[in-house]
């Protein structure tokens, strides 16, 4: 059962425009949120991430908005650049055991000039 | 230390082959961690080791798969009788534990591309 959904799947963007893509959870015992950016070729590099202590997280261009009640989180790309383009998981996991991440399917961005 | 170290970065094998990987954690992590990622799909665990003991595996993680963690540095998965449902990207993550409950980040490998022909 999949317990992160995300969406979109692909997101076109044109440069300097905002990226958003939007995960839900089922899972009410994961308390740390965190966002990963992959490019071709590569294994997953944290970006950003997020305890539910806090509705927001702002690192430089990337924000993570956090709705504890309606179990949601994004993440927001401000300014997008081309270099952004990536695909974008959000993943979920529970603090005090390990770090076992639940990953989303995944978001391709493409960020046209 | 560059961070974790997968080889081989790509391996094309037979069906019904046996084929192992490799994966060099940070050296201060204690935990060790195996995903599986198809085309187009987010990675999914496989399993967990908290130094040398391995701690949870999943029910993707056949009986034809087992990882190891000899002495609690290097991991190796090794999956036998290769199947084509078996090609995917093999992503070896690691991380450390912290005070007061809390991980830190989670840093993965650039993973070991398997092709089952």
């Known amino acids: 059962q999949q317990q992160v959904k995300q969406s979109p799947q692909s997101l076109i963007v044109q440069k300097g425009g905002i990226s958003i893509i939007n995960c839900a959870y089922e899972?009410?015992?994961?308390?740390?949120f965190p966002w990963y950016q992959q490019f071709p070729g590569k294994g997953p590099a944290l970006l950003i991430a997020i305890r539910p202590d806090v509705s927001e997280k702002k690192e430089g261009r990337f924000t993570i908005s956090f709705n504890k009640s309606a179990k949601q989180f994004s993440l927001h790309i401000m300014d997008s650049q081309p270099g952004d383009s990536a695909t974008y998981f959000c993943?979920?996991?529970?603090?005090?055991?390990?770090?076992?991440?639940?990953f989303g399917a995944g978001t391709r961005l493409a960020v046209h000039p | 230390d560059t961070g974790v170290s997968q080889n081989p970065r790509h391996k094309i094998t037979k069906r019904g082959q046996n084929v192992t990987f490799r994966c060099d954690p940070i050296s201060e992590h204690n935990r060790l961690y195996w995903y599986r990622q198809t085309l187009g799909q987010g990675p999914e665990f496989l399993t967990y080791?908290?130094?040398?003991?391995?701690?949870?595996k999943s029910r993707l993680l056949s009986d034809r798969f087992s990882a190891e963690r000899p002495k609690g540095s290097f991991s190796t998965l090794e999956i036998q009788r290769t199947e084509q449902g078996d090609s995917a990207m093999y992503l070896c993550?690691?991380?450390?534990?912290?005070?007061?409950?809390?991980?830190?980040?989670?840093?993965f490998g650039q993973g070991t591309r398997l092709t089952v022909v």
């Open positions: 993550a690691s991380s450390s534990y912290r005070d007061r409950g809390y991980n830190t980040e989670a840093f």
């Open positions: 080791f908290q130094n040398e003991a391995q701690l949870e």
């Open positions: 899972n009410t015992a994961f308390d740390y």
């Open positions: 993943a979920a996991s529970i603090s005090g055991g390990y770090n076992k991440l639940i």
